[in-house]
């Protein structure tokens, strides 16, 4: 069992910046598959950012060079640096983790998610 609790989001002006943290309890941080996903009002819930157990990456295309996923697992923490954040990334952002994102068998823990809102 995991327990995820995110913090950091808020509200920015077009251009800014905000580190999205998401804090992990109960089992090992370090064997999950850790990922950001967003939903936006009336829009189905997508993936951000993935960093898998051994350390690589992916993105989706939207925030390609703008955002940056890490982990900590000393600290069972992952984080979400986002820059040059635009108003289309305004969302609900949750934290999840996947015993095995390549496994269609995998389970998975989610977050309460964080509230981002880019506006001037």
């Known amino acids: 069992q995991v327990q995820l609790v995110e913090s950091g989001g808020g509200l920015v002006q077009p251009g800014g910046s905000l580190r999205l943290s998401c804090a992990a309890s109960?089992?090992?941080?370090?064997?999950?598959?850790m990922g950001w996903y967003r939903q936006a009002p009336g829009k189905q819930r997508e993936l951000v950012a993935l960093?898998?157990?051994?350390?690589?990456?992916d993105y989706a295309h939207s925030v390609k060079g703008r955002f940056t996923i890490s982990r900590d697992n000393a600290k069972n923490t992952m984080y979400l640096q986002m820059n040059s954040l635009k108003p289309d990334d305004t969302a609900v952002y949750f934290c999840?983790?996947?015993?095995?994102?390549?496994?269609?068998?995998?389970?998975?823990?989610w977050g309460q998610g964080t509230q981002v809102t880019v506006s001037s």
């Open positions: 999840n983790a996947n015993s095995d994102v390549r496994d269609p068998d995998s389970y998975d823990y």
């Open positions: 960093i898998t157990s051994g350390g690589s990456t």
């Open positions: 109960g089992s090992a941080f370090s064997i999950y598959d």
